[in-house]
């Protein structure tokens, strides 16, 4: 598995301190990026978490971080991103094996105190930190500080912390994946309180090799949740429903379960689980099966073939402004391009970390991690082997939406149906039916027409739109 060594410096390690008005945390922070630009150890915020989850809901995003659900193994803490949209802090991690991704929103009603900055880094959440978070209690008021404590006097702030830590590239990809799959979902349940405690402690909470069997549906039953073992209408896939235990931590404080997820369809899909708290918002996002993580989901493929996409991608980057609500419309209306164009674009730019997913809000937040842009279409291996065939000739476009694919001495063949989508007559299209993302000879035809547009002078249509899928 290909890995990049990403080096983690911290003034100090993060800790809870006591102090006169209360239990002070104070998260360290690693270089990052700011509104102003690049920033060795950036402040975000200062004042008090009021809500009484706080403490826990963190450590649910810490312990995803250091987890791996699927054929546990003993794994070094990695730190979870914060991200500072101006009136909201955001917590992300994602589990070792790709396959459950943790956010934390700490939205205005939960902090009081003064946002400093937008932008992202990394915390620090180590050993000790996390021994710490576990002792403190709901009426614990906590102040919290997100960087240096004084700005002034970091040289004087004790030993320097660095860790070396080796990061997959099928983490960027998880976190690409995850906001393309969510862009799709809709709310398909809500319960309150009681419910959601009742439902969440109903599952099995053991671990291993089991969950990669153990997939079931849920559906809404008036104000319950009713677990079915076939899709019907409504219904949301649980599959490794063991990988929602980290929940527990945070029940006696829930006000609702939120689930969202795509139309029920005879295949497990992935779904978000939304805990709702006072002042926040705690969800997990689970891959369609506990053995299979997002990086090989393949949802970010058409945009990253589709035309114009990296020039739009360019242009929509230098339109965010770290807003905690990115609106697609709004983007395309300043840019002068279609909507569908500014998805793609917002597609691609997830691909290298600066753009994420609020499903609750139904829109996309700007963010920032240490990644170049082409690093996963370089990883991807479809999509090299889709260049790789149009760069020799091997596509071949045929009246009546049917192209052909000439691979050494195999030919597929390769249909586009009414709804625009492609089809092929090949194994991996066999097998999966287009849940995992299109084939190499469907990408190889896309890239091939792009650029047979590109040669005739013009886009695909009159307004220069290219389709891709997405709901949002």
């Known amino acids: 598995m290909t890995q990049a060594v990403q080096t983690y410096a911290y003034l100090r390690p993060s800790a809870v301190r006591s102090s006169g008005a209360g239990r002070g945390l104070v998260l360290k922070t690693s270089g990052g990026v700011t509104a102003t630009g690049v920033a060795a150890n950036p402040r975000f915020f200062q004042g008090f978490l009021t809500a009484p989850a706080a403490a826990a809901a963190l450590l649910v995003v810490a312990d995803v971080a250091a987890a791996r659900y699927y054929q546990p193994q003993r794994l070094a803490s990695l730190d979870p991103v914060v991200t500072a949209n101006g009136d909201r802090l955001r917590f992300e991690s994602f589990s070792g094996c790709c396959g459950v991704y943790a956010c934390l929103d700490v939205l205005p009603e939960g902090l009081d105190g003064e946002l400093l900055g937008h932008g992202t880094s990394n915390v620090d959440v180590n050993h000790p930190l996390r021994e710490a978070l576990d002792l403190i209690g709901p009426a614990d ?25 080796p990061l997959p590239d099928r983490w960027l990809r998880g976190f690409a994946e995850t906001q393309v799959l969510a862009a799709g979902f809709d709310l398909r349940a809500e ?31 008036g104000r319950a949740l009713r677990q079915t073992s076939r899709p019907v209408p409504g219904a949301v896939c649980l599959s490794g429903p063991e990988r929602l235990s980290g929940l527990h ?7 609702a379960l939120r689930v969202y997820g795509p139309p029920a369809g005879p295949s497990p899909s992935a779904a978000v689980w939304e805990v709702v708290l006072p002042g926040m918002r705690l969800s997990l996002t689970l891959s369609p099966d506990a053995a299979r993580g997002f990086s090989g989901e393949g949802g970010v493929l058409p ?26 419309a709004e983007l395309a209306e300043q840019a002068g391009l279609t909507t569908d164009r500014v998805r793609a ?66 030919v597929q063949r390769v249909r586009t149906g009414p709804d625009g989508k492609l089809s092929c007559t090949c194994l991996w299209w066999a097998k999966y039916r287009g849940g995992r993302g299109p084939c190499k000879h469907a990408l190889a035809v896309s890239l091939g027409s792009n650029q047979g547009a590109a040669t005739d002078g013009g886009a695909e249509d009159g307004a220069g739109n290219t389709a891709v899928e997405g709901t949002r």
């Open 249 to 255: 931590r945070v029940l006696r404080h829930a006000v």
């Open 141 to 165: 008021p906590l102040h919290l500080s997100v960087g240096p404590e004084e700005l002034a006097v970091t040289t004087l702030e004790g030993r320097r912390v660095e860790k070396r830590v």
């Open 303 to 328: 945009a990253l073939a589709a035309g114009h996409a990296e020039a739009d991608a360019e242009l929509v980057w230098a339109l965010l402004a770290w807003e905690p609500r990115v609106d697609p």
């Open 191 to 221: 319960v309150p309180a009681a419910e959601a405690v009742r439902f969440l402690r109903s599952l099995p909470r053991g671990s291993g090799r089991s969950g990669a069997c153990s997939t079931q549906w849920v559906v809404a039953a």
């Open 345 to 410: 674009a917002l597609t691609r730019l997830g691909t290298a970390g600066q753009v994420g997913d609020d499903t609750a809000e139904a829109a996309y937040f700007h963010r920032w991690l240490p990644y170049g842009s082409g690093r996963v279409e370089e990883q991807n291996p479809r999509l090299r082997a889709a260049r790789a065939l149009v760069a020799a000739g091997a596509v071949r476009l045929e009246g009546g939406g049917v192209a052909v694919v000439t691979v050494d001495e195999h």
